[in-house]
């Protein structure tokens, strides 16, 4: 069985430009999260998707910040525009229904870089 | 709300040595408590889970915590350090059932 997966693993922009992730979650998965991890702090919660229900974005800095999960299975995180603050590593997360033990299966993450 | 602190933000034993990494949470209700590991250039895996039915949990690659209640704590351990085990470590609890709250992670150096 495939994990999760995520596209592009490294990404290097400038401020100002757009750029989108995408997370492949394991295959049955109806529920998906992104979360990020900036330089030196703790892995933060942005969102959670229930097939392609957004069921919590409360961890969304702000407006720049567009998630979509067409169809229910891929996610794209989309930055517009980009800026300095934005540079960490973004991980998605997919889960079965959520019930105990609320295991999550991570990817490996999109380092993003803006310059 | 929920969180974690894990204190100490890198640890560095000898290999043979213990491994000990601290997490306290903070919960108002019954904790689903989790550990996860980052390998360098690797993503997040998850080392054990604790969900009440045991305090004393056992994960993958030698390493346990225990849930202690009264002390708000779940810290890891391992008996013996291997090369193997240098890597990224994070404490987790879950928060609304839904979304994973971390700790502040703790890179774990073994000296040979």
């Known amino acids: 069985e495939a994990g999760v997966t995520q596209f592009p693993s490294h990404s290097v922009i400038e401020k100002g430009q757009t750029v989108t992730l995408r997370c492949d979650p394991i295959s049955g998965h109806d529920n998906l999260y992104w979360y990020r991890r900036v330089m030196g702090k703790e892995i933060k919660f942005l969102l959670h998707f229930v097939k392609e229900s957004k069921q919590d974005e409360s961890g969304m800095p702000n407006n720049r910040f567009l998630a979509e999960r067409t169809g229910g299975t891929y996610s794209t995180l989309k930055v517009q525009p980009a800026e300095l603050e934005d540079s960490g590593v973004y991980f998605c997360?997919?889960?079965?229904?959520?019930?105990?033990?609320?295991?999550?299966?991570f990817g490996p993450g999109t380092r993003l870089t803006v310059t | 709300a929920q969180s974690v602190t894990q204190l100490g933000s890198h640890v560095s034993v000898s290999e043979g040595a213990l491994v000990l990494l601290r997490c306290n949470y903070s919960s108002s209700v019954p904790p689903y408590l989790f550990w996860y590991v980052q390998y360098p250039n690797q993503g997040l895996q998850l080392l054990l889970k604790y969900t009440s039915a045991a305090t004393l949990v056992k994960g993958i690659n030698g390493f346990e915590a225990e849930f202690k209640k009264s002390e708000t704590s779940f810290h890891l351990t391992k008996p013996s350090a291997h090369m193997s085990d240098a890597a990224e470590y994070f404490c987790a609890v879950i928060q609304g059932a839904q979304k994973l709250v971390f700790g502040q992670g703790t890179r774990l150096t073994i000296n040979p």
């Open positions: 997360a997919s889960s079965q229904p959520p019930k105990p033990p609320y295991e999550q299966y």
